[in-house]
């Protein structure tokens, strides 16, 4: 999984290479309000948890209202003494609407660092969100990521658990 993990930090930041004269890095803090869906048998029970995320972005401009975003995060969570920190790598679309309003969209994958027995490691989903140009480097983001990954390893037939979030924090552009 380490290796793994390493492969996808290289390639998402390796792409920023590109054409380093329309690629800005950056950094970004926030809270996570995280919520686990468990479902078996038809019966369904979410349970929400506040976390936090911090990380780092490339934003690789592709046209003046497209840019490339992929972002490594590390995000915490913790529900009933279980550990749900992972790596949360977005790789996102992003559309300018406005001159300090984008919208973002894209896959996201997730690697948990302390999966216990029975769960998996590898978390993916879909995120969507919109970020607010505060001054040319600080900006505020809110997004919500979509968890379609069953987290449950060989569960049987409608069970399933799985981990979506709202995130809402600052951006800086270096």
Do not use: C, H, W
């Not at 590390?74 to 300018?96: C, E, M, R, T």
């Not at 978390?123 to 919109?130: C, K, L, P, T, W």
Request: proline residues 3%; glycine residues 10%; hydrophobic residues 45%.
């Amino acid at each position: 999984m380490k290796k793994l993990l390493l492969l996808a930090a290289v390639a998402v930041f390796g792409l920023s290479n590109v054409n380093a004269q329309e690629t800005k890095f950056g950094a970004k803090a926030g809270v996570d309000f995280a919520s686990m869906k468990f479902k078996v048998s038809g019966l369904s029970v979410t349970n929400s948890e506040t976390g936090f995320y911090v990380g780092g972005f490339a934003e690789i401009e592709v046209s003046d209202a497209f840019t490339f975003q992929p972002e490594l995060l590390y995000v915490s969570i913790s529900s009933n003494g279980v550990s749900f920190d992972q790596i949360n790598i977005p790789l996102l679309a992003k559309f300018g609407v406005s001159e300090k309003l984008n919208v973002l969209a894209g896959p996201a994958l997730g690697f948990l660092l302390d999966s216990p027995d029975g769960q998996k490691s590898f978390n993916y989903g879909i995120e969507a969100g919109a970020a607010y140009d505060i001054t040319e480097e600080l900006f505020v983001e809110a997004r919500y990521n979509l968890g379609l990954a069953n987290l449950f390893e060989n569960a049987p037939s409608g069970t399933s658990l799985k981990l979506s979030g709202f995130f809402v924090g600052l951006g800086y552009r270096l």
